[in-house]
């Protein structure tokens, strides 16, 4: 089965890019996530990139994939104190149908 | 749309009592997921639905934890009896028909229900 890894912690200041970053080992992944979760609640899908795709980018988010790698993440930019949270990676792949495979999440700690 | 209802938000138990959770998917999904997810762990698939049957219960622990999904919509999750282990907070997801459709929306969450075993 998939297992998907992160770091745990990311500190950065009100302003700044942060990067989270995250690998996986299935190289069979169809479609990589990335979810946030606040305090008390579910899990909310941010964006996701396809496993042809190298980069995707939405607004203040850019996803960077490297399939030789196995290696995902995600930068925001400008981060703000309402981007303080944990954010998850995911790995979806198809064997007959979608399993999706959560990392370990890395909370983002934003500094005023 | 509505997005995904779970009952109860909270739920305090002691040891070796049995508990239930209900889930209610987005209208429409087919796949339906519960995951635990033990603090300051990801979330870790329990049970996965595809309509009214389960493809993959691979790391249910079936000998306290079951699931049925009746008529393909609502879930309910049991656990019977209750170890202080199983204090988590318990996800339910829900997303499209597997077969390459809107798989690039990912799973849709509910906002969990915390189980805390004394």
């Known amino acids: 089965g998939e297992d998907v890894e992160q770091s745990l912690f990311l500190s950065v200041r009100e302003g700044d890019s942060s990067v989270i970053n995250c690998t996986y080992t299935d190289s069979s992944s169809t479609y990589l996530y990335w979810y946030k979760q606040e305090p008390g609640a579910g899990l909310q899908l941010l964006t996701y990139?396809?496993?042809?795709?190298d980069m995707k980018q939405d607004q203040r988010l850019t996803v960077l994939l490297n399939k030789k790698d196995k290696h995902l993440s995600l930068r925001i930019a400008d981060t703000q104190t309402g981007d303080s949270a944990i954010y998850f990676c995911?790995?979806?792949?198809?064997?007959?149908?979608?399993?999706?495979?959560f990392g370990t999440g890395t909370k983002l700690q934003v500094i005023p | 749309e509505a997005g995904v209802a779970q009952s109860p938000r909270y739920k305090i138990i002691e040891k070796r009592q049995s508990v239930a959770f209900w889930c209610n998917p987005i209208s429409g999904h087919a796949t339906l997921y519960w995951y635990q997810q033990i603090l300051g762990q990801g979330p870790k698939l329990l049970i996965q639905f595809q309509n009214n049957g389960v493809v993959d219960d691979s790391q249910l622990p079936k000998d306290r934890f079951s699931a049925e999904r009746l008529k393909g919509v609502d879930s309910t999750l049991k656990i019977q009896p209750a170890k202080l282990e199983d204090s988590a907070v318990y996800l339910c997801?829900?997303?499209?028909?597997?077969?390459?459709?809107?798989?690039?929306?990912?799973?849709?969450f509910g906002p969990g229900t915390r189980l805390t075993v004394l």
């Open positions: 990139i396809f496993s042809n795709m």
């Open positions: 997801a829900s997303s499209l028909d597997w077969k390459g459709r809107r798989l690039r929306d990912g799973p849709s």
């Open positions: 995911a790995g979806s792949y198809s064997g007959g149908y979608q399993k999706v495979t």
